[in-house]
């Protein structure tokens, strides 16, 4: 701690006051869509009094300025005076947090009783050679009695003394051996537990190896303990994304289970352990106020009378402003809307994500199959529902589409407004075919006066259905159309469309109908264009 207490000793001091130093860890968390607000907390304990306290803890991020102009101090019963901060020549080596001491004292206690089985096996294997230096003596032994001078019976009774000395013997070296054997048996799952431990540490040791030094003079009207906040932004270091899974449930009511959750990913240069985990649609650093509006200024002046000059406007200056992506445009609340996970979450510091589950939802859906026979040889299983939520599914690069549990496709799904009518389309109905046909085409000069051109063209859709249930078709065409006198369109069909301009968009025709298993049906389309002589056709 000698560096820290350099430290200490480069900053302002208080007259008579006392420093205390305090540990802080995350406890919680808001991840926008780029960078969060990250809330550190620690336990205090000060008497009465003016003193200092030197939070430990806080990593140096890339942004370090914005990281230190952000910091907001919070303590009950303390009033702050200053806060002070230095993020160079910072003695971080001399910060060890909680869990990284955690981990080296399990490492400790594992390597303490790898020691220990080993020396029980040793102990063991001690015995048997023992044991292995009696038989050998026994052994020697005996031939020496047996080549002596000395009567049989004397001879037996050595002899059957050297046996059983030799099998207590051997029988001790067998069982020390078996000993040694079944104790180094825990070697294994020690050695296991031990690489474990030694790769919970390796998790905890890429964390950022500087640290800002924060000091916070405060004053104690009374002894007063209880637990401080610091709370600053990092820029750039977090970041998070929707996803969704939209598992249609068919049947004779069909329904869709919306299920969100989640990506979140941070590079803050510490691991986050059981904190509280925000994400919102805010984003701190982008516009704040309304963009200033710009004054158009115009101006005449005489023509020349040599030439004559086209009228041009006046440019109109536009200031761009730069905006990151920020769904809280179309948000219920305004201002953005915010989620808090329910329990608690730990996410380690580095290049990678983890998906977090939010909830989920069900909706009755109306389902249909839904053919674009100039696009698609084959119809799409589609659901047309209403958006659960009061607040917008906000677009995502990461859905998933279930039938049945079954998935069947992954792409980004669009923005749906709060309590908005949308369809989704489940994947391909490879048993509705589809088959577009130009049946006829004629262009060209109509008789040897006419100034007029014309074009004729005769479609025909046919459409099948190969499975062995009833499928209801909604299905989509489109004619021309001219927004000019001179161009005049015509068109027709059999049968009639039960729609035209669906969605506001002109010339889109739609067919509903019922197909049951087997059943074919034709949509014959005759559009028919004249425009002047010596234009030309777009």
Not at 123 to 142: M, V, W, Y
Not at 167 to 187: K, V, Y
Not at 346 to 362: T, V
Not at 407 to 432: H, M, N, Q, W
Request: charged share 25%.
């Amino acid at each position: 701690m000698k560096s820290l207490i350099y430290s200490l000793a480069l900053l302002p001091t208080l007259l008579h006051a006392e420093t205390f130093t305090i540990e802080t860890n995350v406890s919680a968390v808001t991840v926008y869509p780029e960078g969060a607000q990250i809330t550190r907390t620690g336990a205090f304990d000060v008497p009465v009094g003016r003193h200092r306290l030197v939070l430990l803890g806080t990593p140096k991020s890339d942004d370090v300025g914005h990281q230190i102009a952000t910091m907001q101090f919070r303590a009950d019963g303390l009033s702050q005076t200053a806060l002070i901060s230095r993020y160079a020549d910072v003695p971080w080596r001399d910060y060890v947090g909680e869990a990284v001491k955690k981990v080296e004292e399990r490492i400790e206690d594992i390597e303490s009783r790898i020691q220990s089985v080993e020396d029980q096996a040793d102990t063991a294997r001690l015995k048997a050679q023992a044991a292995g230096h009696t038989i050998a003596f026994l052994t020697n032994l005996g031939r020496n009695v047996g080549s002596a001078e000395s009567d049989p019976e004397n001879l037996r009774s050595i002899a059957r003394m050297v046996g059983d000395e030799t099998l207590d013997a051997e029988n001790t070296a067998q069982a020390a051996e078996l000993e040694a054997r079944e104790t180094e048996t825990q070697l294994a799952e020690l050695e296991a537990e031990l690489e474990t431990a030694h790769a919970d540490l390796a998790a905890l040791v890429p964390e950022a190896d500087e640290r800002i030094f924060i000091a916070v003079d405060v004053i104690a009207e009374e002894d007063t303990n209880g637990t401080l906040s610091l709370s600053y932004l990092n820029y750039e270091t977090a970041s998070w994304q929707p996803a969704y899974v939209f598992d249609l449930k068919t049947g004779n009511t069909p329904k869709v289970l919306i299920k969100r959750s989640v990506f979140v990913a941070q590079t803050t240069g510490e691991d986050w352990n059981d904190i509280t985990l925000s994400v919102s649609t805010l984003q701190p650093d982008d516009q704040s106020t309304a963009s200033r509006i710009r004054t158009k200024r115009r101006s005449i002046r005489e023509k020349p009378k040599t030439l004559e000059e086209p009228v041009v406007e006046a440019p109109v200056v536009v200031e761009e402003t730069a905006r990151s992506w920020n769904p809280s445009a179309a948000s219920v609340q305004g201002t953005g809307t915010t989620y808090t996970l329910p329990v608690p979450i730990s996410i380690s510091s580095g290049y990678g994500a983890a998906e977090l589950e939010l909830d989920s939802m069900s909706q009755p859906v109306e389902l249909f199959a839904l053919a674009n026979p100039s696009r698609d040889d084959t119809a799409y299983r589609t659901a047309r529902f209403t958006n659960p939520y009061a607040q917008n599914l906000i677009s995502s690069e990461y859905a998933r589409w279930h039938v049945d549990g079954v998935l069947v496709a992954i792409d980004a799904s669009p923005e749906i407004g709060p309590r908005e009518e949308v369809e989704l389309g489940f994947g391909p109905l490879y048993a509705l075919t589809l088959k577009h046909q130009i049946l006829g085409r004629r262009s060209g000069d109509v008789g040897l006066i006419s100034r007029s051109n014309e074009r004729v063209e005769r479609a025909q859709i046919h459409i099948e259905n190969l499975s062995d249930q009833t499928w209801p078709l909604r299905l989509l065409e489109s004619v021309p159309f001219s927004e000019q006198d001179d161009l005049n369109i015509t068109w027709s069909a059999n049968p009639s469309p039960a729609e035209e301009n669906v969605d506001n968009r002109r010339g889109v025709l739609a067919w509903e109908m019922e197909l049951a298993p087997g059943q074919a049906e034709t949509i014959q389309i005759e559009t028919e264009l004249n425009w002047p002589e010596g234009m030309i056709l777009r």
